[in-house]
């Protein structure tokens, strides 16, 4: 292992990383999984000491996750309804060891196809906020995970917070997960939904399917055609025809790829009842 390095401050981190270029953790919960040795190889930057980098505030024009925000701190924290699933997919991430552990940005930045963070924070389009020495910029999580395991994170950038704009915090919202065993397990198929309904027509809908494709995709074709349709029986509306451009799934040891197409069409019509159950 190299030098290991946890710095209090941003800026001090920043150019630990612009001088080293060490590895940036939190967590380490995908991390170590990962590695095939006793430790880390080369330099490590942890940045979990960070002032300001963890927790979730609301702000003037939505709400901030700090980047070393773990899943147990989104699990506990008071949410509007509209974060109910990524609550839910909180408590779906690993274990109670896990949940202390990992992080937002870790899950995030690992970039599996089958990472629980993904549909729910792309449902309620979640940006991600990057610094370096640099500056700052901020990019949409749609365009920050390119495929499985790619990112357009640079190499002296860290991910200093996700962010929800205010337009997204509205409605109701449901996250469904299916694997092999209840808990301990990666995803075969899941989804997340999040509807606005008033006076029994959806106002607004955004839906979204992970582990059935290199990258975790909204279903835009349906939810363009739930809006405006009445709330009343709209789980029976989804067809195969509305997913096709969102499922490209793979067969692997969990579950080949017809039933994982048909796994995912059953979550999103479930998650969508679900949600319209909610609604006063």
Request: aromatic share 4%; hydrophobic share 45%; proline share 4%.
């Amino acid at each position: 292992m190299g030098i290991y390095h946890r710095p209090g401050k941003l800026k001090d981190a920043l150019a630990i990383l612009a001088t080293t270029g060490a590895r940036p953790v939190a967590g380490c919960t995908d991390v170590f999984a990962a590695t095939e040795a006793q430790d880390l190889r080369g330099d490590v930057l942890d940045v979990t000491a960070i002032e300001g980098l963890r927790g979730i505030f609301e702000t003037a024009s939505g709400w901030r996750i700090g980047a070393a925000t773990t899943w147990r701190d989104i699990v506990h924290a008071r949410l509007p309804r509209a974060f109910d699933m990524l609550q839910q997919a909180a408590c779906e991430v690993g274990g109670a060891q896990v949940q202390n552990a990992g992080t937002v940005a870790g899950n995030i930045c690992n970039a599996s196809p089958a990472a629980d963070g993904m549909p729910p924070l792309l449902t309620l389009d979640a940006q991600v906020e990057l610094v370096s020495e640099r500056g700052e910029r901020v990019v949409d999580l749609a365009q920050f995970v390119t495929g499985p395991r790619e990112t357009v994170l640079q190499s002296d950038e860290l991910v200093s917070a996700v962010l929800i704009p205010s337009k997204s915090v509205h409605g109701h919202s449901r996250f469904l997960k299916l694997g092999a065993r209840k808990h301990l397990v990666i995803s075969i198929a899941m989804v997340a939904v999040r509807l606005a309904v008033e006076d029994g027509k959806i106002t607004d809908a955004a839906i979204c399917v992970g582990a059935c494709g290199p990258v975790a995709k909204r279903a835009s074709a349906l939810e363009t055609a739930l809006i405006g349709t009445s709330a009343e029986g709209a789980d029976q509306l989804v067809s195969p025809a509305h997913l096709k451009d969102v499922l490209a799934p793979i067969s692997d040891v969990r579950g080949d790829a017809a039933y994982r197409e048909a796994a995912a069409l059953e979550l999103v019509q479930r998650a969508i009842a679900d949600v319209l159950e909610q609604v006063p």
